[in-house]
């Protein structure tokens, strides 16, 4: 299956949630059972030398595809959340979005330092939410860290906030 094929069932939804946003919704990619296969396969390739041990994915939408990546890179799946939710002791961030303002937040034990990470989310826009789950996962002294995206708004240009040493890697690039 080609990237063109996987994009052009990504739904795009203008003005939401606010004027201006071009939302880019993910249930029309995730409801094919094809493109679901194609989509793990993929991130599984790009992953599978890369000796990782966790999974990170970012509320709430890093749920999806990151337990799924995790089980097939034989690798734990680690949760960042909103603030409130993680019944445990925690290290939080706060970051500015493409819209509004907002805080994660990790288990403080949750990693170590002989961890490799892998920090997933669907979409990389300004980058906001990204910069903070790596500041969060670099505070916990992992061993490294690799960054992915399924989606890429590449005109917002989120990648130039990340170290040049960190390997970014996105599926579907608008
Ligand atoms: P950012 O921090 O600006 O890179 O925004 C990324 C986060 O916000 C991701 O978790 C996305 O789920 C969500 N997001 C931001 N912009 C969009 C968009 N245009 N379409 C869909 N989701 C978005």
Redesign the pocket.
């Given at each position: 299956m080609s990237i063109e094929t996987l994009t052009k069932s990504v739904r795009n939804?203008p003005d939401f949630p606010i004027p201006g946003?071009?939302?880019?919704?993910?249930t029309t990619l995730f409801q094919s059972a094809e493109h679901l296969k194609e989509l793990s396969e993929i991130l599984f390739d790009q992953y599978k030398d890369k000796e990782i041990t966790k999974v990170v994915g970012?509320e709430?939408?890093?749920f999806f595809m990151g337990p799924a990546t995790a089980i097939k890179l034989n690798a734990g799946f680690v949760p960042i959340r909103k603030p409130g939710k993680l019944p445990y002791k925690v290290i939080e961030e706060t970051?500015?979005?493409?819209?509004g303002e907002d805080a994660i937040q990790i288990h403080e034990d949750s990693l170590d330092k002989n961890d490799v990470v892998l920090l997933h989310?669907?979409?990389?826009?300004?980058?906001?939410?990204?910069?903070?789950a790596y500041n969060l996962v670099k505070k916990l002294g992992v061993k490294k860290i690799y960054i992915n995206f399924l989606?890429e708004?590449e005109d917002?240009e989120?990648r130039q906030h990340f170290p040049s040493e960190v390997e970014i890697n996105s599926i579907i690039k608008f």
């Open positions: 939804i946003i071009q939302f880019k919704d993910i970012i709430s939408r890093g970051y500015t979005k493409e819209y989310d669907d979409l990389l826009a300004t980058g906001g939410t990204m910069v903070a989606i708004l917002l989120g």
